[in-house]
Every structure is written in C-alpha cells, then in structure tokens.
C-alpha cells in the first residue's frame, strides 16, 4: 500500500477511508483502485450516495464479488468514491458529498453518476476505479473527464453485492487514464469473447454525428481518420431513423418503471431527503404510465434485434460519447436538462441494445474533454479494448 | 375474474389472496396465473418464504415489470405462491408456510424452490405460473409435479422488483401444464431469438444421463426416440469429462459467495429464523473460502466458452431434467442432502452456461413423475419452446 492519498479533488466519500490489500501476485500487481460506492465492502456502510440510505440500511456483511476479483488479482483498493444519489443523474452532482472536482476541467460538472471514481482516475490518484453505467453513468464521465471507460455488454460483470437502480440496464463498468490498464482490468472480469474474427467493418452512426455539436466533431475528426486507417473507411448507418429523442423516450421510460420497481419500495418507506433533480427524477418514476413503460419494452426487444442484425459480422460503431463537453458548474437546471436529453438518445443506443462501448479520451472543446466512443455486439467486449488500445497507440493518448 | 379458487394444495401463500385484473385484451386474455412470492406486487408485502424477512422490509411500492407485462397481455392474477425461504433450497419445504402438496405424487416433496407455483399449476389451479430460477428452482419442481417449466436463457427476463439470491444466476422462468400455454407466456416475456435456423442436431448428454437412476432412464426412452424421430439420430456428448460433481461444486461455491454478497447484509442485521437446511445453506455462504469461489468463476468462465462452442450451431442437449423422482416427504436429510448433490450436477450445466432449458412431463418413475430436458444456446428460447411444443404433440401431451 503506498502512501495516504491527499484527494484533492474531492472523489472519494466522506469518512475514513476504505482500503485493501489484494493478494500478494496477480495480473493486476501494483495497481490501485477506487470503487464507486455502490458496490459492498465487507464491514463498512455502503451510502449509495445519499444519507438517509446509508442510516436505513445495514452495513455490508460482505465485499462484492467483482471487488472480490479485483483484490484477487492483486490490484489494491484506495477508496470508495462519490456517486450521485442512487445513481440517478448524469452531472455528477452531489449535495450531500460534494461534487467532485473535474480534474480536466475545473470549471465544469465532472460527469456522473460515477463522478468520484471518473475524477479519482482523472486526478491520478488511483490506476483504475469501478463505477457503474446504467443510463451512461461511465461514459458521460469518462467523456467529460478525459479517460478511457468502459460500460460492458450487459450482464458480463456480475453485479452481485451493488446496489441497483434497473436491472435491465445496469452494468459494472470502470475507467482507466491508459489503455493498457482499462483492457488489463478487462481480462480479470470479463468472460470470453462469444464468437471470434477481427472487428470490422467500421460503421459512422451518422445520427449520433449530428446530434454532436460541430465543435465536438471538429475535435473527432482527425481520430476518426486515424479509426479508418485501422478498420477501412467507414460505412454510414442511422441507428435511429425513428429519431434519437424516441431512443431515449423508451429508454427513460422502461428505466424508469424499473428504477420505481428496484428503489420505489425504499423510497416510500424510509421518505428520504434528494438533492436537486434526483428527486423530481423518483417523482416521474413513480409517476411512469404502464402503457408508456411498456411500449419501451416492446421497442427495446425490436431495437435490440436490430443492432444484434447490424453488428453480427462484427461491426464497430464509432459516435461522440457525448455531444458536448461537461457543462459549466453555474449552468442553469434548464441548460442540463437539455444537455441531458441530447446525451442521452446517444448513451441509450449501447443502454438498450446491450452493447458493449469504450470511451476514449480523444479531443478537446473550448479545453474541455470530449470522447470518442467504439461500439460493438454483445460479448465482444475484449476485442473491443484491444482495439481501443490499438487506436490509443496510434493516437500518442497513454497507453 | 372466475370464482374464489379452492386452494387444495396449499399453494399459496397464507392470508388474503393477492388478485389483479388483467388487461382488457391481449395475447394470454383467459389465462389466470400465479407469481412466486418473491416477485412485488405493489400494495402488499413480499414475504420471500420467510417470516423475518416480510417483517424487517416493507411492503412493495410496485408491481415487478415481469407480473405488469403479464397483467398487461390481459392475463389476471389469481395469487402469490410459495418459495421456499429466500429460494434457497430443492425440495419445496417450507416449515412457516407448509409445505405445498405435489398433486402429480402426495407422498412426495413437490420440489422447490418455485413449490407453491408448481403445485398451483400442476393442480390446475392457474393456467401457467412465474417462479425463479437460480440453481434448479424451476427445472425441478416441474420434473417433480409433471408440468412443463423453462428456465430461460440467463439475463432474458428482467428481475427488476424481484428478490435475489445470485444474479449472476438468478433467471425468472415459468410452468405450465400445457406446452402451448408454455410457449405463449414466452412470446409475451422473451427476446426475439438470437441468430436463426432450425435447431439441431440432438446431442445426447451421456454423462447426465449416467447420472440418472436405471429407471429414469427406462421412462426417457421412448420420449427420446420421438426425440431423435424430429431432430435425426443423437450425437453423444460428454458435458463434464471433469464430472458432474465437479460442476456441481464450482457452482455451489460461486452462488453462495453471491447469495452472501446478496442477502448476507440482511442476514446479519436481522438474524433472522430459518427452517431446516436454509440455516445451514447460509452459514456455509457466510463461510464459503473466496479461493474456493474464484475457481468457479474461472471455471465458470471457460465452461460458458465451451458449451457456447457446443451449441453454437444450434444444437440441442437432452437430457433427465432430474435423476431421480421427488425425494419421499419422510426421506432423511442425508437422503435429501445426496438427492441434492446428485440433481445440482445436472441442473448445474444449464445454470453455469447461462442456457436456457425446458422440461417436458414425459414419464414416470415409480408412479412420480420425471422430466425430459432440452437445453439450447442462450438466446434460443422461443426456438427451443417451439420445439417442446412439437416434441409434447408427438407425444400425445397436453398441447
């Protein structure tokens, strides 16, 4: 264990700090980690972010099996770091906490839910941290933050010992400051890849490229020349032609039904005390018309059939992980919700296909971070980091 | 909604029958159903088979997005059914609750831990009931009672607002006393299949069925040829050249590491009571040696890639559901305990490799009854419930 870390960017929660010594020898020998705290460690309380959960809930009796694997691997754990409550929100926002500092961009939000372990990963002060990504809680902040992230195909980490928000959705994903890491942590967690062959063709999402700002895709453009030098030039597909405002409809409608169904029972019993925004957002769950929830499954079964058609011969997806950079910490709720909305008919395309999708910290927008995102079918999760780290390589970002 | 129903075999859970109107219209209008007490229906409490456990929680804010497709393809709720205490056990017992009568053989355990749905519909009280299934939960009990259940594949049915006991197995499956019935519930919950083609060839398991008592394998065998008639000759096939206690003990050590990381918390803070077997059942989770549970991951990792490559073609695993009948009501627990170790093997395989498996009551033993399985590559359920339901035509079941 090295020395006592002075987190300066305000990452991990408040409190003593949780820390572990993993195993002796293993592929992760040397390099410590921080976990969002919503995954279990054994003998401490597990705040999901928000005061009145960690009062209504018993401490953990047990350490999260995927925090089991990352010990086991010899990596050693640093911290638990922030999340916005129940990992309802996107900004990275934390009342009760305090909203970590963007170490890229100290002026804006650092992204979340996962805005502790993104901000940790960013400031150094640890090799790689888990978070989780149900809506896009590891890609927006790995976009807004600068590093690499991954948000697995759904359901190849084991979520076993964290707290949930829709299971449908959610997934154990983590972030890295260098390729070779973020792909390193990769082969301790994840399952082989189903199916083999290289990836490829390379398709441009040309909706997802659309609804990016055209400074983001200034900032993309020269990666993307570079992804084709790799994978040949790209072929263009929509995603959506029903539109990515009716992606991001069903996705918030069948995750809300989910998130009333997961936490509802909590939430009626115990009357807790939301920051801004996550409890409107509990409110609308609550509030979620069946028939609405509903026809979001409906879609998701044909949308999933579909990106299961378009990536089968091994087809990779590259788009803007988000629109835009971070906003500005002094942006109005009206200026967020609308970042919200725009980001999130993009992050809903890997939330309800399944899919796996990398995030690499590639350009910048007014000195601010944007990512590149690699999208591919379900189960190619390994590929897809090898060829992360292949295109960061190329790049000159760290690998 | 038909007349008050006469619960002659214990079913369901004691107190007010928990009833809901289904839609209007939809694809299962006129079938009633039941719902493993493990599933939320908002309003009333969810008792998990366990006393301690429906006093320390509050009742559900919400219905489980499961039952709400259900009652939205306008099939209605007749009740919630028995489990056994925090799904955690084969043989349907249920000390708190009583132990639901098997009506296919009263002298005998109905199977668990879906028990009470298995009576209900075995009974003919509910056209089709949901249960849960982790490590055999629905596979046995429909074996038991002489009903038809799937396990589907694993991740294909949402588990928002129901308990859990080990994600990374937990699946939510069904049963039925008619192969059709079986299959249109499916239409209604499942995924399009993933990748097409006809299933085949057979591949015949030979080590399950060693594993099988003689008289098992007598009842199999005209089923099988019927089999063999629709897919061509079997192949035989070994699933475990390592053996299927090797199986069985890497996915014991791996569900009681994440039942503890699931339910241990609760556990620990609530001490609650438990009845025979269940007590034990936690103790060693609490106890399990993390090197122990990380092999089975490991080996867990590599067996998914090897039946994966084994079915990938779209063959189909047949195999004795169960080796032998329902264990007596009077068996000793060490009886009970090596019924036990000898099922696990088997249901082991389908539990492991995430696939998804239908039984078929297709013959008996000793007067009791005992299932035929088919088992295919995850994602081919509707496929390998469509043939379930050729398979029960052939054979002159209830179609």
Sequence with gaps: MA?????????????????????????LAGLGFAVKD????????????????????????????????????????????????????????????????????????????SCGSAAAVA???????LGSDTGGSV????SYCGIFGIRPSWGAVSLAGARGLGPSFDTAGWFAQRASVLARVGAVLLPEDAGG???????????????????TVVALAEPMLVLERLLGRAMRVDIAPEGLDTLYEHFRCVQAEEAWATLGSWVAATDPQFGPGVKERFAAAKAMDPAKAAAGRA???????????????????????????APLLDASQAEQNAV????????????????????????????????????????????????????????????
Excluded at 85 to 107: D, I
Excluded at 139 to 142: L, S
Excluded at 197 to 215: M, Q, R, T, Y
Excluded at 359 to 369: C, F, I, Q, R, T
Aim: aromatic share 6%; glycine share 12%.
């Design 299 to 325: 879609f998701r079964r044909s949308f999933q059939a579909r990106m299961r058609a378009l990536l089968a011969g091994g087809g990779v997806l590259a788009y803007p992980t988000s629109p835009v950079p």
């Design 197 to 215: 062959g290289p990836l490829g063709p390379l398709l441009k999402a040309e909706d997802a490229w659309i609804n990016a700002v055209p400074a």
């Design 139 to 142: 890609r927006i902040p790995a």
């Design 123 to 129: 400031a150094g002060l640890v090799d790689f941290a």
């Design 3 to 27: 020395e006592a870390l002075n987190d300066s960017v305000g990452a991990f929660i408040p409190g003593p700090r949780v820390e572990l010594a993993g195993a002796t020898a293993g592929p």
């Design 38 to 113: 919503l995954y279990d460690v054994a003998g401490h309380p597990t705040t999901y972010g928000n005061p009145d959960w960690a009062r209504s809930n018993p401490p953990a009796a047990a350490t999260a099996p995927v925090v089991q694997a990352l010990l086991q691997a010899a990596a050693f754990l640093r911290g638990k770091t922030k999340t916005v409550e129940l990992a309802y929100g996107l900004t990275g926002e934390n009342v009760w906490h305090g909203t970590p500092v963007n170490p890229a961009a100290p002026g804006r939000f650092p992204g979340g839910s």
């Design 340 to 399: 919200r909305e725009r980001t999130m008919g993009v992050t809903a395309i890997a939330g309800l296909g399944g899919l796996p999708e990398v995030s690499l910290p590639v350009g910048k927008v007014e000195g601010a971070p944007v990512g590149l995102s690699l999208v591919a079918a379900p189960g190619r999760d390994r590929a897809l980091l090898a060829l992360a780290e292949r295109l960061a390589t190329e790049l000159g970002l760290p690998v």
